[in-house]
């Protein structure tokens, strides 16, 4: 290995034209791409041995001792620019090094600019190179992070490896400091946003390249970061693992969100059933048991008639036309079957829209045979994974609904029972104490166990994300990563 002696004198700087690792006998020295300048490490006079010399040192000049005037903040940006306009990107670099190696200050507000420039300019590696000549040791971990996140997006993962690895493992022992900052509640909350913005990130990064396992890490430190994960960043993250097409990863991100407590929108809702549902198609209206079709894992909507059960299907597979609805109580007469992903073996299921019990503008004896259907259905339909049983919030368990939960639980479908809430809009308490009351009711109409109750708004668009929970089984049966 080539060893070769430099000498540092105050007045010298020198170009390093690659990474680059300088080693004394005592310590070992990291440098970076571009100008090295005396005060790079804080000793004017050293000698130090270059022990990779196959990343070369381009050159070494001799600084005039005498220093060129500083260019003004202005003057300087304008120059800036227009070589960038020039696309002379890289002399637009060498004007800021040589203004910065020539021992000017850099204004913070332009050496941000500057850096961001380079980098949205296609090359980030000049704006990395400037960043880490610029930054100071305390901006290891203070906002720089920021800046290092926007080089980070512009790098081009493709042939720009090896600065994305670099960026990366700052990136990644920054967040680590953070999150153990946070816990020990002796950090600020600018610095916890731009830590989720950044978890985000790095979780996009791993899922990108399938490794799921390192992925989820950044979730759950977003769950140590829970007051500053928004509806907005959940979105974002289910958007990323939609992509990949990891349905675990999807299931990760709707268990964060509940631990964290974060809202639904109606994208959360457009999110979920485009990544669960490739496509969903109607089968058939069954009259009879006879008549239903061949058996696959299915999931059933019942409850009274008008209470939102048809309204609650459209919600979920967010297709708003495919099961019909009316303000009419008795609209769904039939046991009607959607097949959802058909052309997917190990993914297709079975949704089923039931006709309502209680009142509904048909005949008694309509009205009768339904119930009887109903619980035929209920009683031996094998292939039922999920039972959603429908009670409208505005009203609580009404009369009719007693009288089926009496029945149910004469079945063995209450391991498959789920109780969900709809037209939540319509009530006017809190949403907890709603759910709790519910869940204190049913035990006391004889449950054996506490019922998961999922609150839903069909009108406002939200609730989904807890259906999808209860469909978890069902979803990742044999679901491939
Ligand atoms: N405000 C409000 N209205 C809802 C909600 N869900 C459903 N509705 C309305 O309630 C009415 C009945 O909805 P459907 O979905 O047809 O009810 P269903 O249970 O399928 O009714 P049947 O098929 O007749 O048994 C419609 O006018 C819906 O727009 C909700 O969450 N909030
Ligand atoms: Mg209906």
Request: one cysteine or more.
């Amino acid at each position: 290995m080539a060893v070769v002696r430099i000498l540092f004198r105050p007045e010298m700087i020198c170009f390093v034209w690659k990474p680059l690792v300088w080693q004394s006998s005592s310590r070992k020295l990291h440098f970076h791409r571009g100008f090295v300048h005396k005060k790079y490490n804080g000793r004017s006079a050293s000698s130090w041995s270059v022990t990779d010399f196959k990343y070369s040192v381009k050159f070494l000049c001799t600084t005039s001792t005498q220093q060129p005037p500083p260019e003004t903040k202005e003057r300087l940006e304008q120059r800036f620019l227009e070589l960038l306009k020039q696309k002379a990107t890289r002399k637009a670099y060498d004007l800021v090094l040589n203004h910065i190696s020539s021992g000017h200050e850099l204004e913070e507000q332009s050496r941000r600019r500057f850096i961001k420039k380079l980098s949205s300019a296609g090359r980030a590696d000049l704006g990395h190179a400037l960043y880490e000549i610029s930054r100071s040791e305390k901006d290891l971990s203070s906002s720089d992070s920021t800046l290092l996140l926007s080089i980070w997006k512009s790098v081009d993962s493709q042939k720009q490896k090896t600065l994305m690895e670099k960026i990366l493992n700052d990136l990644e022992d920054w967040i680590h400091i953070t999150v153990k900052e946070k816990s020990n509640n002796s950090v600020d909350n600018s610095k916890l946003s731009i830590a989720v913005q950044v978890c985000v990130e790095l979780a996009n990064y791993y899922v990108q390249r399938g490794d799921l396992a390192q992925s989820l890490t950044y979730v759950r430190c977003l769950e140590q970061l829970k007051e500053y994960v928004s509806t907005a960043v959940v979105n974002k993250l289910l958007t990323v693992y939609s992509k990949a097409k990891s349905l675990e990863g999807l299931y990760a991100i709707i268990e964060m969100k509940k631990r964290c407590s974060v809202a639904s929108d109606s994208d959360t809702n457009t999110l979920l059933a485009g990544a669960f549902i490739k496509e969903i198609h109607f089968v058939t209206g069954a009259v009879s048991m006879e008549t239903l079709p061949k058996p696959l894992p299915e999931v059933a909507f019942v409850g009274k008639s008008n209470v939102g059960k048809s309204s609650l299907l459209n919600l979920l597979v967010n297709n708003y036309s495919i099961a019909y609805t009316s303000k009419t109580p008795g609209k769904t007469q039939q046991l009607n079957y959607f097949i959802v992903n058909r052309s997917q073996e190990d993914k297709k299921f079975f949704l089923v829209d039931l006709p309502g019990y209680g009142y509904a503008r048909v005949s008694k004896e309509t009205r009768d045979k339904w119930v009887d259907l109903i619980r035929d259905y209920l009683e031996q339909r094998k292939c039922l994974q999920v039972l959603f049983h429908l009670i409208d919030a505005s009203q609580g368990i009404s009369q009719e609904d007693r009288y089926f939960i009496e029945f149910l639980l004469t079945t063995h479908v209450l391991e498959r029972y789920y109780a969900v809430l709809t037209k939540m809009d319509k009530c006017n308490k809190p949403k907890d104490m709603v759910v709790q009351s519910i869940k204190s009711e049913l035990l006391t109409l004889g449950f054996p166990f506490e019922v998961m109750v999922i609150p839903t708004s069909f009108k406002q668009r939200w609730g989904s994300e807890d259906l999808w929970l209860a469909l978890k089984p069902l979803i990742l049966r044999n679901s491939a990563i």
